[in-house]
T-cell receptor
Framework: AQSVTQPDIHITVSEGASLELRCNYSYGATPYLFWYVQSPGQGLQLLLKYFSGDTLVQGIKGFEAEFKRSQSSFNLRKPSVHWSDAAEYFCAVGAEDSNSGYALNFGKGTSLLVTP | ETGVTQTPRHLVMGMTNKKSLKCEQHLGHNAMYWYKQSAKKPLELMFVYSLEERVENNSVPSRFSPECPNSSHLFLHLHTLQPEDSALYLC???????????????FGPGTRLTVL
């Protein structure tokens, strides 16, 4: 069965520290990979996406993610976290051979808290 | 108004009420989506419309009835809901439907629904 796992429900980092949010997926085919961020009371905003090509993807707000096929991972990173980065982060995966050509499977999310 | 808007932002209803959620996109997109976001659960795709035609119904109970009168508007009609239907309902749009088109989905802020 296709699945997306975000192992960390909550993460706390100090402002200025580096950040890595984990995402693992289970798919038979080449996946399409996304990271979204959701601030309180807001919808989801796309940070970055991977479809093919360079496995290191640059996104908005200084985020990047690396697709590692051997580890079935697509971890999100940021070298220096700002207080405004506190939010819920969702990893999402889709695949061409999925039952639905439209569906993204979302992880349960990781809540990021940034301390002074 | 820009992007994807949703009204109302908050809704409280009894199990015998009939209400509707409204979504409007100002992006010139041709595909629109309804998602359900429940606490501690991944986002669930409910419906997909492409060029005003429903192309996906993800085993959603009939007490949820979508309507897409044109490519800019999407409604979710609700009746005889259950308390477990309480959730954040998110609308999204994309240029075209289908992951193979490398679409980014733009999300609205959601409607927080509470069923008493």
């Amino acid at each position: 069965a296709q699945s997306v796992t975000q192992p960390d429900i909550h993460i706390t980092v100090s402002e200025g520290a580096s950040l890595e949010l984990r995402c693992n997926y289970s798919y038979g085919a080449t996946p399409y990979l996304f990271w979204y961020v959701q601030s309180p009371g807001q919808g989801l905003q796309l940070l970055l996406k991977y479809f093919s090509g360079d496995t290191l993807v640059q996104g908005i707000k200084g985020f990047e993610a690396e697709f590692k096929r051997s580890q079935s991972s697509f971890n999100l990173r940021k070298p220096s976290v700002h207080w405004s980065d506190a939010a819920e982060y969702f990893c999402a995966v889709g695949a061409e051979d999925s039952n639905s050509g439209y569906a993204l499977n979302f992880g349960k999310g990781t809540s990021l808290l940034v301390t002074p | 108004e820009t992007g994807v808007t949703q009204t109302p932002r908050h809704l409280v209803m009894g199990m015998t009420n009939k209400k509707s959620l409204k979504c409007e996109q100002h992006l010139g997109h041709n595909a629109m989506y309804w998602y359900k976001q429940s606490a501690k659960k991944p986002l669930e795709l409910m419906f997909v419309y492409s060029l005003e035609e429903r192309v996906e119904n993800n085993s959603v109970p009939s007490r949820f009835s979508p309507e897409c009168p044109n490519s800019s508007h999407l409604f979710l009609h609700l009746h005889t809901l259950q308390p477990e239907d309480s959730a954040l309902y998110l609308c999204a749009s994309s240029q075209r439907a289908g992951l193979e088109h490398h679409n980014e989905q733009f999300f609205g802020p959601g409607t927080r629904l509470t069923v008493l």
